[in-house]
């Protein structure tokens, strides 16, 4: 429900720049870092604006059902719910995505497995097919489908409800034809893949027991990685192992924490292989690659 306070102060006699000001107030007292920018963006989604549209005409007037609507969701991000959740939308790699609670949100670290995919392909034209472990809302298979149109992609995932907002992202930006869904624990049945990316679960117990608030509301399965975090990443290096074409790639997303016990693990599995750590725009470890002789 929408706080008494804010429905009063942003109701349908106020300007879009004063009820800004009302809601960036609110959030902040609820010690959130980003309450300027989270304003903004969820006005712009109940005006179906952008931002810069928004903050060019602080004048404009809202409704009356336009300043309830903003006042709940306003409410709900004072309660920390992810801004990705409350406009059912976030960018990846320059790409509009569709979210929901039933995936994780898409983060821009991420985007350097996705600049190595296709540092990958480009350098290995014949390399065709592509498997994406643990697809969640599809978002790293939909920016390799967008910007490698050579490639065919299966995104896979354990979770049916993940796999179906990962189908709405694929049908948006028309790869149906060339990424193909598919329910699998990891690897297991997988056919022989040229490029296997995974941005696993890789949260450890301690890490868990410390996550901000928002981390509440997505979904655990997609966070939880075990008691050392690299569960779901031992299995899936060692199942890599029977999948991955010679010549082929293995990209992991990692915690920088991570990324020594990480290496020594695909080392251990593939002693002849070139394999290399990455960083991610901060200067942290954020991925490792596997190019496999």
């Known amino acids: 429900m929408a706080s008494?306070?804010?429905?009063?102060?942003?109701?349908?006699?106020?300007?879009?720049g004063a009820a800004l000001l009302t809601a960036r107030r609110r959030l902040a007292r609820a010690g959130i870092r980003t309450a300027a920018l989270d304003a903004e963006v969820l006005l712009a989604h109940v005006l179906s604006s952008t931002r810069e549209g928004l903050l060019a005409h602080p004048e404009r007037r809202l409704t009356f059902a336009q300043a309830r609507r903003f006042s709940g969701l306003v409410s709900k991000r004072a309660s920390r719910m992810p801004v990705a959740y409350l406009t059912g939308n976030k960018e990846f790699y320059g790409l509009g995505l569709r979210v929901t609670p039933r995936v994780l949100i898409p983060r821009p670290e991420t985007e350097l497995l996705v600049e190595l995919a296709i540092d990958f392909l480009k350098a290995h034209p014949d390399a065709r097919r592509v498997i994406d472990l643990g697809t969640g809302s599809g978002a790293i298979a939909v920016a390799?489908?967008?910007?490698?149109?050579?490639v065919r992609l299966e995104a896979s995932d354990i979770n049916l409800s993940a796999l179906r907002v990962a189908a709405a992202n694929v049908r948006?930006?028309?790869l149906v034809s060339r990424v193909r869904l598919t329910k699998r624990d990891l690897l297991e049945g997988a056919s022989p893949a040229d490029l296997i990316i995974a941005n696993l679960p890789y949260l450890s117990a301690v890490q868990r027991r410390r996550w901000q608030p928002e981390l509440s509301y997505e979904p655990a399965q997609a966070?939880?990685?075990?008691?050392?975090?690299?569960?779901?990443?031992?299995?899936?290096?060692?199942?890599?192992?029977?999948?991955l074409k010679p010549a082929g790639a293995l990209l992991l997303e990692l915690d920088p924490s991570q990324a020594g016990r990480v290496e020594r693990l695909a080392r251990a599995h593939w002693p002849a292989a070139k394999i290399t750590?990455?960083?991610?725009?901060?200067?942290?470890?954020?991925?490792?690659r596997v190019l496999r002789p």
């Not at 750590?277 to 490792?288: C, E, M, N, T, W």
Request: no cysteine; hydrophobic share 45%; aromatic share 0%.
């Open 277 to 288: 750590i990455h960083v991610d725009l901060s200067g942290r470890a954020r991925a490792l």
């Open 144 to 150: 390799i489908g967008r910007r490698v149109p050579s």
């Open 223 to 243: 966070l939880d990685g075990g008691r050392d975090g690299l569960d779901l990443i031992r299995r899936a290096v060692l199942q890599a192992r029977g999948v």
């Open 172 to 174: 948006a930006h028309r």
């Open 4 to 16: 008494p306070g804010v429905v009063e102060a942003i109701d349908d006699r106020r300007a879009a």
